[in-house]
């Protein structure tokens, strides 16, 4: 396959899903409007750039081929990303993304990116006066604005975003297609979104066993809260978040838990407190305490630790576990964290802990993707072995997801 999404077709990509639906190049060609001779030319485009036989031309018709099936599985949810994107924002075409091109869709994805026209052009081959033109066309198609502008500036409205979402996840669904054929040469990507609970050791762990078995596997680590991450997984800039898990359930989302964590209250080495007894509530409220910020399961947790009694008092309140860790070694301060968190501060005897786990703070580690998300093999290994990292690091059952996740991602 072409080595740019943007380098297809996307009346081509349309038609194949036509030509396996009729079995027919000339059936297929009056459904996306397209001359016989027209679509023939274009399949033996896309069988070119993709680097094998879509189907077999038989006496009784069509046939697709067992790669053909891979590509059409990806090209058929690209579109419906598409149309999902555009739909209820025109009402001047009933299906306004059969108009749209790919030169279209670049020029309005790489505005939205840059967030300036000179800068989008620079971005893609395209003149500034092409992607003006581009956007434009693109509007028209869809009979209203999708973008604000401002001087120089520009951003998407709220029509705008919703397009954006459905163009980026139809080239995941694309690049996808490249990587499971092989065509991408230069390593296949995982981008994932790492709560804070991950960072300290299951997702570095995870990442360094896909680097050893998988050398052409690369990474982009991006993170953030939930808050800052959940957009970017919907939008399909990442496509997993790996961390703590939400207590509720979330229509376009699919948790998937990995194991139990337990907070600790975590201080110095030399603190008072350091050691495998529990102090009284009283003592425990006699020290000052480092807090994560309003309103965070976190801070939740620890403000129902002091329940109908005065708070303890709270000279810092910080959310980055290197500050935290620091501080907690320069003074008798005390906090709530993973065990994870502190571990290697603890190995190394600069932090202890304070008692056993506490009661009642456990929270679910685990994977948060998008329901409508198909891994590719290699990404489909890093979630296997996030799966066996937990498993055997927690000692704690893991969820047979691995063996379902088709089911689970196809659920409505």
Same mark, same amino acid.
């Given at each position: 396959?072409?080595?740019?999404?943007?380098?297809?077709?996307?009346?081509?990509?349309?038609?194949?899903?036509?030509?396996?639906?009729?079995?027919?190049?000339?059936?297929?060609?009056?459904?996306?409007?397209?001359?016989?001779?027209?679509?023939?030319?274009?399949?033996?485009?896309?069988?070119?750039?993709?680097?094998? *036989?879509?189907?077999?031309?038989?006496?009784?018709?069509?046939?697709?081929?067992?790669?053909?099936?891979?590509?059409?599985?990806?090209?058929?949810?690209?579109?419906?990303?598409? /149309?999902?994107?555009?739909?209820?924002?025109?009402?001047?075409?009933?299906?306004?993304?059969?108009?749209?091109?790919?030169?279209?869709?670049?020029?309005?994805?790489?505005?939205?990116? /840059?967030?300036?026209?000179?800068?989008?052009?620079?971005?893609?081959?395209?003149?500034?006066?092409?992607?003006?033109?581009?956007?434009?066309?693109?509007?028209?198609?869809?009979?209203?604005?999708?973008?604000?502008?401002?001087?120089?500036?520009?951003?998407?409205?709220? /029509?705008?975003?919703?397009?954006?979402?459905?163009?980026?996840?139809?080239?995941?669904?694309?690049?996808?297609?490249?990587?499971?054929?092989?065509?991408?040469?230069?390593?296949?990507?995982?981008?994932?979104? /790492?709560?804070?609970?991950?960072?300290?050791?299951?997702?570095?762990?995870?990442?360094?066993?896909?680097?050893?078995?998988?050398?052409?596997?690369?990474?982009?680590?991006?993170?953030?809260?939930?808050?800052?991450?959940?957009?970017?997984?919907?939008?399909?800039?990442?496509?997993?978040?790996?961390?703590?898990?939400?207590?509720?359930?979330?229509?376009?989302?699919?948790?998937?838990?990995?194991?139990?964590?337990?907070?600790?209250?975590?201080?110095?080495?030399?603190?008072?407190?350091?050691?495998?007894?529990?102090?009284?509530?009283?003592?425990?409220?006699?020290?000052?305490?480092?807090?994560?910020?309003?309103?965070?399961?976190?801070?939740?947790?620890?403000?129902?630790?002091?329940?109908?009694?005065?708070?303890?008092?709270?000279?810092?309140?910080?959310?980055?576990?290197?500050?935290?860790?620091?501080?907690?070694?320069?003074?008798?301060?005390?906090?709530?964290?993973?065990?994870?968190?502190?571990?290697?501060?603890?190995?190394?005897?600069?932090?202890?802990? *304070?008692?056993?786990?506490?009661?009642?703070?456990?929270?679910?580690?685990?994977?948060?993707?998008?329901?409508?998300?198909?891994?590719?093999?290699?990404?489909?290994?890093?979630?296997?072995?996030?799966?066996?990292?937990?498993?055997?690091?927690?000692?704690?059952?893991?969820?047979?997801?691995?063996?379902?996740?088709?089911?689970?991602?196809?659920?409505?």
């Amino acid at each position: 396959m072409a080595a740019d999404p943007f380098d297809l077709n996307l009346r081509h990509l349309r038609a194949l899903l036509a030509i396996q639906e009729t079995g027919s190049i000339t059936a297929a060609a009056d459904a996306v409007s397209l001359s016989q001779p027209a679509l023939t030319q274009g399949l033996a485009k896309l069988e070119k750039q993709i680097g094998y *036989v879509l189907f077999e031309r038989r006496s009784e018709g069509m046939v697709i081929t067992p790669v053909g099936t891979i590509v059409i599985e990806r090209v058929r949810a690209a579109i419906d990303h598409i /149309a999902m994107g555009a739909r209820g924002l025109t009402r001047v075409f009933s299906h306004p993304e059969r108009l749209m091109t790919m030169t279209q869709l670049r020029a309005f994805l790489a505005l939205a990116d /840059a967030g300036s026209f000179v800068v989008a052009a620079a971005n893609t081959p395209f003149s500034h006066t092409a992607v003006h033109r581009a956007v434009g066309d693109l509007e028209q198609v869809i009979g209203g604005k999708l973008v604000e502008r401002r001087g120089r500036g520009v951003w998407l409205n709220a /029509a705008g975003r919703k397009l954006a979402r459905g163009i980026r996840l139809a080239l995941g669904e694309l690049t996808a297609a490249m990587t499971e054929l092989g065509v991408e040469t230069e390593g296949e990507l995982i981008a994932f979104g /790492a709560l804070p609970l991950s960072r300290p050791f299951l997702a570095p762990t995870a990442m360094g066993r896909l680097a050893q078995e998988q050398p052409l596997a690369r990474f982009e680590v991006i993170e953030g809260s939930w808050r800052e991450l959940v957009e970017p997984l919907r939008d399909g800039r990442v496509d997993l978040i790996v961390g703590a898990l939400r207590a509720f359930d979330i229509t376009d989302l699919h948790q998937i838990p990995l194991y139990e964590d337990r907070l600790v209250i975590a201080c110095g080495s030399r603190h008072p407190l350091a050691g495998p007894l529990m102090p009284d509530l009283d003592t425990l409220a006699s020290y000052p305490w480092i807090v994560p910020p309003a309103n965070t399961p976190l801070r939740l947790i620890w403000e129902r630790m002091f329940e109908g009694r005065d708070l303890p008092k709270t000279p810092i309140e910080c959310g980055s576990v290197m500050i935290i860790g620091r501080l907690l070694t320069e003074g008798h301060f005390l906090t709530l964290l993973s065990p994870d968190q502190v571990a290697l501060q603890i190995r190394l005897g600069l932090l202890a802990r *304070v008692g056993p786990p506490l009661d009642d703070s456990s929270r679910m580690i685990g994977i948060t993707t998008r329901r409508s998300w198909r891994p590719t093999a290699m990404q489909r290994r890093f979630l296997e072995l996030l799966g066996e990292i937990a498993r055997t690091s927690k000692d704690r059952p893991v969820s047979d997801w691995i063996e379902d996740q088709s089911e689970q991602t196809a659920e409505p």
